[in-house]
Structure formats: C-alpha cells, structure tokens
C-alpha cells in the first residue's frame, strides 16, 4: 500500500509560479514511478509529468514541457511539481499518482495509488 497527500495548490496570477508537493509513504517506494495528473473543471484526468522513484527519468505532457519541472526527494519521499509561467488553462485539481514503472507513463491505468488532490486556479 501506498498513501499519496498532496498540499500547495492555491490561486494564483497568470504568469506566476506554483510548486505542488506530494508526500508518500507506504511500502517499497522505490518500486513504483510518481506522477502527477490533473482534471480541469468538466474534463477528463489528464497527464502532466512523471519520474521513477529509483532514477532520474522524467516525462512531460506537451502543454507543460518548459513549464513545469517534476523531481523527488528521497530521503524525505516528497514528490514535487514546480509549475511556472502559469496560464489559466492550467487551472484544475493536480493529482498525484503512483504505479509500477513497466507501465505506460501517460495512462491514468498505468497507476493504482492516488491522492485526494489539491486544486490549483490560475486567474487572469
């Protein structure tokens, strides 16, 4: 089992910066890779960023590439999101996930653990 709390979402300026964190505890962490994915208001989940708990590789969405940068800490089993250059289309509810690594990175089917959420709006 794995416990997944996201914390740091707020309103916040377009153009300005964000960072999210996602605090994970459980067993074997370093098995699984830690994503984050977002829902917009009236749409589906989507990707935005993962990396594997035991190595330094990393994924993006294209809407975020740039933008948005994704690293763990280990000792402190954090995950984080640091979101810049914020546009109103990225307002939504930011999820963090976790999965095993052999799996699609994208797909929300690729992670069974996830956290509550936290919402993030960006204004104009």
């Known amino acids: 089992q794995v416990q997944l709390v996201e914390s740091g979402g707020e309103l916040v300026q377009a153009g300005g910066s964000l960072r999210l964190s996602c605090a994970a505890s459980g067993r074997s962490l370093g098995a699984y890779r830690l994503a984050w994915f977002r829902q917009p208001p009236g749409k589906e989940r989507e990707f935005v960023a993962a990396?594997?708990?035991?190595?330094?590789?990393?994924s993006y969405s294209d809407s975020v590439k740039g933008r948005f940068s994704v690293y763990r800490d280990n000792a402190k089993n954090t995950l984080t999101l640091q979101m810049n250059s914020l546009e109103p289309e990225d307002t939504a509810t930011y999820y963090c996930?976790?999965?095993?690594?052999?799996?699609?990175?994208?797909?929300?089917?690729?992670?069974?653990?996830w956290g509550q959420g936290t919402q993030v709006t960006v204004s104009l």
């Open positions: 996930s976790a999965g095993p690594p052999f799996l699609p990175d994208s797909s929300r089917d690729s992670y069974m653990y």
């Open positions: 990396v594997t708990w035991s190595s330094d590789t990393s």
